[in-house]
């Protein structure tokens, strides 16, 4: 599970998230030479703005925090990710781009 931040309504409906990965033996706590981009998986939440929890910055700004975020992979003869928030699959909304590793 993860969070996300969002700084406006615009930014729920065109989401993304990087899935990286690491050859090394032990995984690196900070990102090396040896941390690669998997994929980016874009997605869409569907809760309306006003019912997410929002923290107002010096600035005046103001962002979203969406928790639970939940990713999931399966194999259906290719892998197929899932993506869940609030116990809803947001599968659909779900786009792999594949980095060329």
């Not at 615009?10 to 900070?30: F, H, M």
């Not at 107002?56 to 928030?85: I, N, Y």
């Amino acid at each position: 599970m993860y969070n996300e931040w969002f700084l406006n309504p615009e930014a729920l409906a065109s989401a993304s998230l990087r899935i990286l990965t690491s050859d090394s033996e032990e995984p690196p706590c900070r990102r090396d030479e040896s941390v690669k981009e998997l994929c980016t998986i874009g997605y869409t939440i569907d809760t309306p703005w006003d019912k997410l929890e929002k923290i107002k910055h010096q600035d005046g700004s103001v962002s979203c925090r969406v928790d639970g975020l939940r990713l999931e992979m399966k194999f259906e003869g290719e892998p197929k990710w899932a993506l869940s928030f609030e116990g809803k699959i947001i599968e659909q909304a779900v786009d792999v781009q594949y980095a060329g590793i």
